[in-house]
């Protein structure tokens, strides 16, 4: 079944998200102190580059050409692989900036999979809206072990 025109929008715009989620966490993997935080970061770049693929597999069913979109400038230019310094970044403020994307991406996930007239594109929507949510919970646990999220 094609994709309607929302669909389609939805789905880039979320292909967008993720694209630019695998970016961050490579980043923040690089600029992390604490060694199990860079393995969490790197965990999650592994799994958006997961999600952005299934994506693409959405657009490239319906025979929607995504090379024109973000995907093409995802990496930077030089290495970066190797940034030691934390440019002024705690920990806390990483893990903080990660669990609002996770909380950004999870409601837009929400808005793709309410309107996807497709019931296959919508269980697959619904799928990675939930590991988004499993990705917040596993930043939370993260901040709150380390006394960074305040209950109360
Ligand atoms: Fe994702
Ligand atoms: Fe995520």
Redesign the pocket.
């Known amino acids: 079944m094609a994709l309607s025109n929302k669909e389609r929008l939805l789905i880039e715009d979320n292909l967008n998200?993720?694209y630019l989620?695998i970016r961050k966490y490579q980043q923040y993997a690089a600029m992390a102190q604490d060694q199990k935080l860079k393995q969490v970061f790197t965990d999650l770049a592994a799994?958006?580059q997961k999600?952005?693929d299934t994506l693409k597999g959405m657009l490239a069913g319906s025979n929607i050409n995504d090379q024109n979109i973000f995907g093409t400038y995802n990496s930077p230019q030089g290495d970066f692989s190797n940034v030691s310094q934390n440019l002024g970044f705690t920990d806390a403020q990483l893990l903080n900036d990660a669990l609002s994307t996770e909380k950004h991406?999870s409601s837009s996930y929400n808005n793709a999979v309410l309107e996807s007239a497709d019931t296959n594109i919508r269980k697959q929507l619904q799928h990675?809206q939930k590991?988004?949510q499993d990705?917040a919970e596993t930043l939370f646990s993260e901040m709150q072990s380390k006394g960074w999220y305040k209950m109360s």
Request: with cysteine; aromatic share 0%.
């Open positions: 998200a993720e989620c799994k958006e999600h952005a991406v990675i590991e988004e990705h």
